[in-house]
């Protein structure tokens, strides 16, 4: 292999990585910003996203993937939405330590949930035909299924974007995050703003759990790794910044591809290291603006 | 009678229970409780912070493994005494907590929890990751449990069960006794003015950032012996007593029991402990259990348990508060 | 005043009582010898852990059935391990200390097995743990160790006679950071090169345990362009190595020897993503041997689990148990120590083959399997064909160089 097709493999391997992470770390971030919580149950809806996509195949649906695509998510941001106003709403005027042990317990809960759902055995899911195979880079080849999900991140990023700049909604969110008081004294209710942002976070984060099922494992637990990646995306690039969780996540995942070649059982200290010299330095984050 | 007094006996009476838990010859509540024991001062270490200064730690699982493997490495490296190893574990902890504190401390609220998490997680990775001195995800095992030698005089072997617990409960509960008359103290009175109204604290011209980080250290110092008498104890430890879902469960002890009394925590270590073991015995699914427990706390149950049963108390005997 | 005393004296009084109250919930049954079992029901090791639990349960009925053990009924009980050291070492002592068990099986994680190993020093308590790192009989070796399944040493160094008999010169490897993972690379490399010292192995990749992404792992062993991949990587991670390696076109570059990839759930789990023309190991396979005992095994799992095929964690597990019960037989006692004195040279014939436990390092003594992974119109999952039986004598380090005779 040519160094040119090595590194543009690695590169990509880097940026499907990011992807993921960006997904579930924008959720996260929006979360902070404007609900300013700290939800340890956000990895729970990636597992959620995992363990829904097997169902969905199992049932050997025609187009089963993308239907999950597309009916997923929705499920999601209705159960999510469901648990804040049960759970988190009542916490809001409570100090923040009792949203984060909630959210702590939560994520307990759904850890056996699964288990008792879906039982113990081994779950295996496939990549759907179309997307699966090669495709050729040079002199070597990479699976077109990374490239999806590569394709994918810009896409519901650009949705995003439009969400949160052009629709009146997303006006809404990015004006909680400024200032929760003022909105609510120009007579928005923002119980439902802050619904709407928790089911919106939770959908993309189950969104990154089903997109990655068909390759990596579906075990409970799986959301307790992730939670503590897109923590560490969410603080580098900062609270509440949704274009700093994007730089954020391409940072960590180009460094979780060439780390391992560089330094390789250091590249993760490395990425810590990383984060506490972000949280010394500038607590906000790169490109946050303010501090709690 | 004064509340003080009463708190006293009421110490003491727990501390006479527990000293006569061993003749029930049950190795395995034996076992347990020692446990129970060494991790209640973990909790309580924990309060110093969340209780009496408002400092929400999300990291503080650190301690327990600092601590440990100190007095792991001390005594399996340097020189197998297990005062040297307790006493490393101390001093090891407080330096981590004074060096990491400077940076944390001058943050708080939701900041000051991120950070914690993000400094805890740091050193599990690199307790991961550094297979040459830890073991890395293999543990570290083999730890001794040399005897204690007395005034150079005596030799008093930790090998049984029996003494190991009594051990563990007499240097746990000298550090109680150590710790509530730092807390009853006016130190510990400018940390509870520090979490009701910290400006006002700091216009009375006292420097809360060096109060703050005073709790820091000390919360540490008693977190760190917590580690280093629990490695010898268990006999194994791995990174995995610093995974951040361990310092949620401390939090979760600390709630349980009422982060507003001084024993509260102690109690909530109990409590989960044997919660857990309970539950163990008729299913393996003690996470969605403990995890609902947990929410039902939050929800309705904030004080905890030993607040819960106070404000119950006070209902039924119309006690005014 | 006083009722706070009485408040205080109330909740310590509730806590105690409730809590010995519980322990009295547990019945001890007097007449039961108890196995304890640490089993990767949950985590990475699940997918063969469910496995374990058949192939015991069906021993323990087997013995029960006919007539139980010096009269008293076995059982077994069950408990999952987390497939990590930590919930492994704190179940292990409830195991012996609450609920008295003559004997531990398991864990199957190799730095699960250590610790869980020096526990069962520490309490006296014969441990049969299934992982298959080195340590186990060798530097970590005691009296109350005993190896019933293969060890990394025998499976891998038949790997390396497979390897030099097909000629391959140029290695690469991958398997998981740890004690397990490194064992099985290690035996591997140092027996090929003792055999052919041509042979180098110039990039080696030690991906963490539980890693969910392999393709820069990948990336880099197609970059180094070997003949030859050993992959000791197991349980969900081999799993998803496996399918990330097919997706980046893995198989068509190099030859892949997988250890413990013919284990049969392995490869009915893979279904298309199995590396075909491929070299796999297993510890045991249903349709190999195909003696009486094998069929008759296979027959009776069958029967019992719905049409399921033992594998090979199931395998051993019931070889395990059995290998106990004749233990216990022959001491005449379940006190553990006249246990342990009775386990060396205990023999078993066990459906995959005659295992003998080894009184100088406590392992037991079996053939490996590798073969060739294969599809076959006669069952729905691929198997291994051209199977090389490779026998303990070759494969297993001689005696003076194993264990420092287990005290």
């Not at chain 2, 409780?33 to 060494?38: D, K, Q």
Request: glycine letters at 10%.
């Amino acid at each position: 292999m040519t160094d040119a097709s090595y590194l543009l493999s690695q590169f990509l391997n880097g940026l499907t990585i990011g992807m993921i992470l960006l997904l579930i770390a924008s959720g996260l971030t929006m979360l902070l910003g404007v609900l300013t919580i700290l939800n340890f149950a956000h990895g729970a809806f990636y597992m959620l996203g995992a363990y829904l996509l097997y169902s969905i195949f199992v049932s050997k649906m025609f187009s089963w993937f993308w239907i999950a695509l597309i009916i997923i998510p929705i499920f999601i941001a209705f159960i999510s939405g469901f648990l804040e106003i049960f759970l988190l709403r009542p916490l809001y005027k409570r100090e923040r330590l009792y949203t984060l042990l909630l959210t702590f317990g939560l994520a307990m809960v759904f850890d056996d949930l699964v288990l008792i759902i879906w039982g113990r055995d081994f779950l295996s899911v496939e990549v759907p035909k179309i997307l699966s195979g090669t495709i050729s880079l040079g002199d070597t080849s990479y699976p077109i299924y990374f490239l999806f999900i590569i394709v994918l991140g810009p896409v519901v990023s650009l949705i995003l974007w439009y969400l949160l700049y052009k629709t009146k909604f997303g006006k809404l969110i990015r004006a909680a995050s400024n200032d929760v008081e003022m909105l609510e004294a120009l007579g928005i209710n923002v119980k439902w703003v802050f619904t709407g942002v928790f089911a919106l976070g939770a959908s993309l984060s189950c969104l990154g759990g089903l997109l990655v099922a068909p390759f990596r494992s579906i075990v409970p637990g799986m959301g307790l790794e992730i939670f503590i990646e897109s923590f560490i995306v969410v603080v580098i690039g900062g609270l509440g910044s949704f274009g700093g969780a994007i730089i954020g996540a391409l940072l960590i995942g180009q460094l979780e591809a060439f780390g391992i070649l560089i330094i390789p059982n250091f590249s993760m200290i490395f990425m810590y290291l990383i984060l506490l010299l972000v949280l010394i330095f500038k607590p906000s984050g790169l490109f946050g603006e303010k501090t709690i | 009678m004064k509340i003080k007094n009463i708190n006293k006996i009421f110490y003491t009476f727990i501390f006479i229970l527990l000293f006569l838990l061993p003749i029930s010859g049950n190795f395995y509540y034996i076992n347990l409780f020692t446990e129970i024991i060494i991790i209640s001062l973990l909790v309580m270490s924990l309060n110093i912070l969340i209780g009496y200064t408002g400092m929400i730690s999300l990291g503080h699982a650190v301690f327990l493994g600092l601590g440990a493997y100190t007095s792991a490495l001390v005594m399996k490296d340097i020189y197998p005494s297990i005062m040297l190893g307790i006493f490393s574990a101390a001093i090891i902890s407080s330096l981590y907590a004074f060096t990491v504190g400077i940076f944390c401390v001058r943050v708080s609220g939701l900041y000051f929890a991120m950070i914690t998490l993000a400094f805890s997680q740091a050193i599990y990775t690199i307790t991961y990751y550094w297979t040459s001195l830890t073991g890395g995800d293999d543990g570290m095992i083999g730890i001794p449990r040399p005897d204690l030698n007395i005034l150079g005089i005596y030799n008093f072997s930790l090998e049984s069960l029996e003494n190991y617990y009594y051990f563990s409960l007499i240097v746990v509960s000298s550090l109680f006794y150590v710790m509530k008359k730092i807390l009853d103290s006016p130190f510990g009175t400018v940390l509870q003015a520090i979490r009701e109204n910290p400006e006002r604290v700091q216009f009375l011209g006292i420097s809360v950032f060096r109060y703050k980080l005073g709790a820091f250290v000390l919360s540490g110092f008693f977190a760190g012996i917590a580690g280093g008498l629990f490695a010898p104890f268990q006999g194994f430890i791995s990174p995995e007593l610093i995974y951040w879902t361990r310092s949620g469960e401390i939090i979760l002890m600390t709630i349980l029991g009422g982060m507003n009394s001084f024993i509260g925590p102690g109690i909530g270590a109990g409590i989960l402990i044997l919660l857990k073991d309970n539950i163990l015995n008729y299913t393996e699914y003690w996470r969605i259990f403990l995890g609902s427990i947990l929410i039902f706390f939050v929800l309705f149950m904030p004080g905890g348990f030993v607040g819960f049963l106070s404000e119950k108390f006070n209902e039924i005997f119309k006690i005014k508060k | 005043m006083i009722k706070k005393i009485l408040l205080k004296l109330f909740l310590v009084k509730f806590i105690f009582l409730s809590s010995l109250l519980f322990s009295f919930g547990v019945a001890y049954a007097e007449n039961t010898v108890k196995i304890g079992v640490l089993n990767p029901l949950t985590g990475l090791y699940a997918i063969v852990g469910k496995r374990a639990s058949q192939g015991i349960n069906m021993a323990v009925d087997e013995i029960n059935q006919s007539g139980g053990i010096l009269g008293m009924k076995l059982e077994a009980l069950i408990r999952d391990s987390e497939t990590n050291p930590d919930s492994s070492v704190r179940t292990g002592k409830r195991l012996i200390l609450q609920d008295k068990v003559v004997a531990l099986f398991g864990p199957l994680h190799g730095g699960a097995a250590i610790a869980v190993n020096n526990l069962a020093k520490q309490l006296k308590t014969p441990q049969f743990p299934w992982a298959a790192t080195e340590e186990i009989n060798t530097t970590m070796c005691s009296r109350y160790t005993w190896r019933v399944g293969s060890s990394a040493q025998q499976t891998s160094r038949a790997g390396a006679l497979i390897a030099y008999r097909e000629g391959y010169k140029n290695w690469s490897s991958i398997s998981s950071d740890f004690s397990y993972g490194r064992s099985v690379v290690n035996q591997f490399k140092d027996y090929l090169t003792e055999l052919d010292n041509s042979s180098n192995f110039k990039y080696q990749a030690w991906p963490k345990l539980g890693e969910d992404d392999y393709s820069a792992y990948i990336t880099n062993i197609a970059k180094e362009k070997p003949e030859a991949l050993y992959v000791g990587l197991f349980g969900a991670d081999l799993i998803k190595f496996t399918k990330q390696a097919k997706a980046f076109g893995l198989f068509d570059k190099l030859k892949i020897f997988t250890d413990f990839g013919g284990n049969h759930i392995i490869l009915k789990v893979l279904g298309d993503n199995n590396p075909f023309g491929h070299w796999a190991s297993s510890r045991y396979l249903h349709y190999y041997p195909e003696t009486e005992a094998n069929k008759n095994f296979v027959k009776n799992f069958r029967a019992r689990y719905d049409g399921v095929y033992p594998d090979m964690v199931a395998g051993e597990a019931y070889s395990t148990t059995m290998i106990l019960a004749k233990a216990i037989q022959k001491a005449g006692s379940a006190d553990k120590e006249k246990i342990v004195d009775a386990l060396g040279e205990t023999v078993f014939n066990a459906p995959e083959g005659w295992i003998i436990m080894r009184p100088s390092d406590h392992q037991g003594w079996q053939s490996s399997f590798w073969g060739v992974i294969s599809k076959d119109s006669s069952y729905d999952f691929p198997i291994l064909k051209n199977i090389q039986v490779i026998s303990p004598v070759q494969g297993s380090h001689a005696d003076e160089k194993s264990g420092q005779g287990c005290k």
